[in-house]
C-alpha cells in the first residue's frame, strides 16, 4: 500500500503494540478475529456494496433502494452471527446489536435500525413466553420487519399524553386502533416509510369503560405479499431531514382497525377475554425497552466518535498548514497544541465512555436478574443512570465530533469526509431515544429523592458517594491527582443536588406549588444530574483502567494511563468554575492542572495516529477521503469530486440556456 510518508512516519514512532490496543477495544482476542471475518466476508461483496453512484448524488428515492439493497446484503453476512447469539434475552441480544451497528456501511443509517434497536428488544422485554415464541422466530429470520411507533405529530417526551388509542371489544376479543387526530398520527418511526410491514404501536388502553394508559400492541401494517398498507390504516414517509435519511422514518394512522387481544404485549399487564384489565407489578415495566435502546446507544455514540476522530487525527498527522517556526517547512498541524486539544479528548472519550458503558451493561444485566426474581429495588437507579449517561455520551460525543469535523478546516466541510453525516447521526442522537434535557430531568428527580432520604435510605452503588462527601474534612484538602479531582466531582455534585433541593424547598416555602419550584430550578436541576454523571463516567474511567491495566503491556499501561489523566484534567478545567464555588481548589492547584494537562498532551502526541489506527475501522466502513488508512488525502479528494454528476461534461446546459443569455445581456 503505498502510504503517505508523514502518516507512516507516525506509524513507525508509535511507542506501544496498536494490535494489543485493538484487541482490548473489541473485547478479547476472539471478538477481533471474530469482527475480521465478517469484514473479509462484507470485502468480497466489495463491488456491489460500494460500486456504483456515490450516496450523495443520488435522489431521496435511489438513495433509500441503494440502502435496502446493501443492508440486504450486509444483514445476510451477519445473519449466521446472530443465529448463534439470538439467546431470548435482552442479555445476549446487544451483542448482536452492537456487531450489526458496526457494520451500518451507510453513512446515513439504514433500513433495519429500527427492527433490531426497538422492534425486537421491545418483544423480548414486553411480550409474554408464548408471545415470543409466535413472533420472535420470524423477526430474527426478517421474515417480518417491524418498526417501533411510539412518537406522535402532538407528543414525544410526555409518552403519558399519547392520543392513539386501542380500545378493547369483549364481544370480538379485538382491540379497535384509532388515531382520533392529526396529532395522533404516529411520526418518526424508523423503518416505518416502506420497509416495515409489522410495528409495535403504544396506544392508550381502554376497556370496561376504562383508560389504563400506554401499552404495546403489534400491528400489522402491510400485505405480506404485496406489501400493500392494509384496510384503516394510512402509513408513509416523513421526508428529507438533517441526516440519517436511510433509516426511513414514517407516519402512520389507525381507521378503526381491529387487531386479535392477543396482540397485546402481556409480560407485564393483560387483558382477559371478558375484557378484566391485570395490571403489572410496575407500570414503568412496559418502559423497560427503553432503557435498553439508551444503553446500546452509549455504546453506539461511541462507535460514531471513533470514526470521527479516527479521520480528523489522521488528516492531522497529513495536513500541512503554517509554521510552527520561521524558516523551517510548514509543520504537521498535529503539531499544534491547538490541534491536540480539539482532538485528543475525543480520543480519551472514546475509551471513558466504552468502559462506562460497559458497567452500566453490567448494572443492566444485574437489575434484570433481580427483575425476574420479582425484585425492583434497583430500577430507579438503573433508569436514572441510563437516562444521564445517554444524554451526556450523545452530547459529548456530538461536540467532539463536530469539533472534529472543524479541526478539518475547509475539507471537514465535504459530505466526502465522511463527516457531516456522522456529525448528524450523533445529532439526532440528542433527540431520539428521549430529549437529552428530559432525561437529565429524569436523573435529577431520582438524585432529588435520594438526597431527600439520605438518612433513611439504603443508597444503591452509584450514590453511595452522596453520604460520603458529608462526612467531615472529606475533601477539605485538595489534591491535585486524578482521585482528588475525582473527590472534587462528588462534592460538586453533592452540593449542587444540595442546592436544589434547598431551592426547592425555599420556593415552595414562598407559596409556589411543588411542581411549580421543580420548574423554577430545573436549569439546576439538569447540571446537577450532568455533574453526577461527570462522576460517574470519570470515577469508572479511572477504576476499570486500574482493574484491567495488568493485564496491558507497560507500552499500553502508559499510554492508556496517560488518556485517563488526560480525561480527568480536561473535565477539571472545563468545569473549573464549580470547583473553585464547592471545592477547596486554589489558584495555584488550577495553575498547575493547566501545565499538567498541557504536558499531557505533548506526551501524547507520538502515539496519536496509533491510538486511532487501534479503532481499527476499515475504509469501507469509515468511507471518509480524509481518513483513509493511506493518508492520500488529497488524491481521494479529487478522485471523489471528479465523481460528481456535474462533472460528467465539460459545459452543463444551463449555461446556454441561462448564463449565457444574461452575460450577453440578451434577457
Ligand atoms: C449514536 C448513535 C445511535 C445509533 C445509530 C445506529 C445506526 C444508525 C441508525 C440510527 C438508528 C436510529 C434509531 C433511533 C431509535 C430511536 C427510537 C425512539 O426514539 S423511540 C421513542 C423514544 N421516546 C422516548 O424516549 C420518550 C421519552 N419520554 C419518556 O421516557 C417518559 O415519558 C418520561 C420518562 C420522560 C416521563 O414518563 P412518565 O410516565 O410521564 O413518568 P413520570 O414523570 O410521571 O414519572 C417518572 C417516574 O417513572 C419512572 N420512570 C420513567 N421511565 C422509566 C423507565 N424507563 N424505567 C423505570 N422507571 C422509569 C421514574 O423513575 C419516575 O419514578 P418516580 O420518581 O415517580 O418514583
Ligand atoms: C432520527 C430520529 C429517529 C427517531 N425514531 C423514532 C422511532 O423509531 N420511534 C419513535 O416512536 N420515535 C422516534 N423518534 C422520536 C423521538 O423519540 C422524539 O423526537 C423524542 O423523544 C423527543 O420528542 P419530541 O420530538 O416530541 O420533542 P418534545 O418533547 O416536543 O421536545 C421539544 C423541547 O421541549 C423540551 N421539553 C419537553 N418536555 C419537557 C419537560 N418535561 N421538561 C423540560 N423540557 C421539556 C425538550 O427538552 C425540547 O427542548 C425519532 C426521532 C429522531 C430525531
Not at 416 to 424: E, H, I, N, V
Not at 561 to 575: F, N, R
Request: hydrophobic share 40%; proline share 3%; aromatic share 8%.
Amino acid at each position: 500500500m503505498n502510504v503517505n510518508k508523514d502518516l507512516q512516519n507516525e506509524r513507525n514512532k508509535c511507542s506501544f503494540n496498536v494490535r494489543e490496543l485493538t484487541e482490548f477495544i473489541d473485547g478479547g482476542k476472539n471478538r477481533t478475529l471474530e469482527r475480521k471475518h465478517i469484514e473479509k466476508l462484507i470485502l468480497a461483496q466489495k463491488d456491489e456494496l460500494f460500486g456504483g453512484t456515490p450516496e450523495d448524488y443520488l435522489s431521496h428515492k435511489e438513495k433509500y433502494e441503494r440502502a435496502i439493497q446493501t443492508n440486504v446484503i450486509i444483514l445476510k453476512i451477519v445473519q449466521d452471527f446472530m443465529r448463534d447469539a439470538n439467546g431470548g434475552d435482552l442479555t445476549n441480544y446487544r451483542d448482536v446489536l452492537t456487531t450489526l451497528l458496526n457494520f451500518v456501511v451507510s453513512r446515513e443509517g439504514t433500513p433495519f435500525a429500527l427492527h433490531f434497536m426497538m422492534f425486537l428488544p421491545v418483544f423480548l422485554s414486553q411480550a409474554d413466553e408464548e408471545q415470543q415464541m409466535e413472533w420472535l422466530p420470524r423477526a430474527w429470520n426478517c421474515n417480518i420487519i417491524g418498526s417501533y411507533a411510539q412518537t406522535e405529530l402532538g407528543h414525544g417526551t410526555f409518552i403519558r399524553g399519547l392520543e392513539t388509542t386501542a380500545t378493547y371489544d369483549a364481544a370480538t376479543k379485538e382491540f379497535v386502533l384509532h388515531s382520533p387526530t392529526v396529532t395522533s398520527y404516529k411520526w418518526w418511526p424508523g423503518a416505518l416509510g416502506h420497509t416495515a410491514n409489522y410495528c409495535v404501536v403504544v396506544a392508550q388502553l381502554h376497556t370496561k369503560g376504562q383508560c389504563h394508559g400506554i401499552h404495546s400492541f403489534i400491528v400489522q401494517v402491510r400485505d405480506e405479499e404485496t406489501h400493500m398498507p392494509l384496510a384503516g390504516i394510512r402509513v408513509g414517509e416523513i421526508g428529507a431531514k438533517m441526516g440519517l435519511n436511510m433509516i426511513n422514518n414514517g407516519f402512520i394512522g389507525f381507521n378503526h382497525v381491529r387487531i386479535p387481544r392477543r396482540h397485546l404485549l402481556m409480560k407485564h399487564a393483560q387483558v382477559l377475554e371478558d375484557g378484566t384489565y391485570v395490571k403489572s407489578r410496575n407500570s414503568k415495566l412496559n418502559y423497560g425497552a427503553m432503557v435498553f435502546v439508551r444503553v446500546v446507544i452509549v455504546f453506539d455514540s461511541v462507535n460514531y466518535l471513533s470514526k470521527a476522530v479516527t479521520i480528523a487525527t489522521r488528516f492531522a498527522a497529513v495536513r500541512r498548514q503554517s509554521q510552527l517556526k520561521a524558516n523551517e517547512p510548514e509543520c504537521q498541524i498535529i503539531d499544534f497544541l491547538t490541534q491536540q486539544h480539539k482532538l485528543f479528548i475525543g480520543i480519551a472519550t472514546c475509551h471513558a465512555l466504552k468502559m462506562t458503558a460497559t458497567k452500566l451493561w453490567d448494572t443492566f444485566n444485574e437489575v434484570q436478574q433481580q427483575l425476574r426474581g420479582g425484585n425492583l429495588e434497583r430500577l430507579p437507579e438503573l433508569h436514572a443512570l441510563a437516562c444521564c449517561l445517554k444524554a451526556v455520551s450523545t452530547a459529548d460525543t456530538a461536540a467532539l465530533a463536530e469539533g472534529g469535523r472543524r479541526a478539518c478546516g475547509g475539507h471537514g466541510y465535504m459530505r466526502s469526509s465522511g463527516l457531516p453525516q456522522t456529525c448528524a447521526v450523533l445529532d439526532a442522537a440528542c433527540t431520539f431515544e428521549g430529549d437529552n434535557t428530559v432525561l437529565l430531568l429524569q436523573t435529577a428527580r431520582f438524585l432529588v429523592k435520594v438526597w431527600r432520604g439520605l438518612d433513611t435510605l439504603k443508597l444503591t452503588p452509584t450514590v453511595a458517594y452522596l453520604r460520603t462527601t458529608l462526612t467531615e474534612g472529606f475533601n477539605d484538602k485538595w489534591e491535585n491527582t486524578v482521585e482528588g479531582i475525582i473527590k472534587g466531582f462528588q462534592t460538586v455534585s453533592m452540593r449542587k443536588i444540595s442546592e436544589c433541593v434547598s431551592c426547592m424547598a425555599k420556593r415552595i416555602m414562598s407559596g409556589m406549588s411543588q411542581e411549580e419550584a421543580w420548574n423554577m430550578t430545573s436549569v439546576q436541576l439538569v447540571a446537577a444530574a450532568e455533574s453526577h454523571c461527570r462522576v460517574i463516567i470519570i470515577s469508572y474511567f479511572h477504576e476499570e483502567f486500574v482493574k484491567v491495566s495488568s493485564s496491558f503491556s507497560p507500552a499500553l499501561r502508559r499510554v492508556m494511563k496517560l488518556l485517563v489523566e488526560l480525561y480527568t484534567l480536561y473535565w477539571a478545567l472545563d468545569k473549573l468554575q464549580d470547583l473553585l464555588k464547592y471545592t477547596s481548589i486554589s489558584k495555584t492547584n488550577t495553575e498547575q492542572l493547566q501545565e499538567r494537562y498541557e504536558d499531557t498532551l505533548n506526551a501524547l502526541r507520538p502515539d496519536a495516529v496509533g491510538l486511532v489506527d487501534a479503532f481499527d475501522i476499515m475504509d469501507e466502513i469509515l468511507q471518509s477521503t480524509l481518513g483513509a488508512y493511506d493518508g492520500r488525502v488529497y488524491e481521494r479528494l479529487m478522485e471523489e469530486a471528479l465523481k460528481s454528476p456535474l462533472n460528467a461534461e465539460p459545459v452543463n446546459r444551463s449555461f446556454h440556456q441561462y448564463l449565457k443569455p444574461l452575460m450577453q445581456g440578451k434577457l
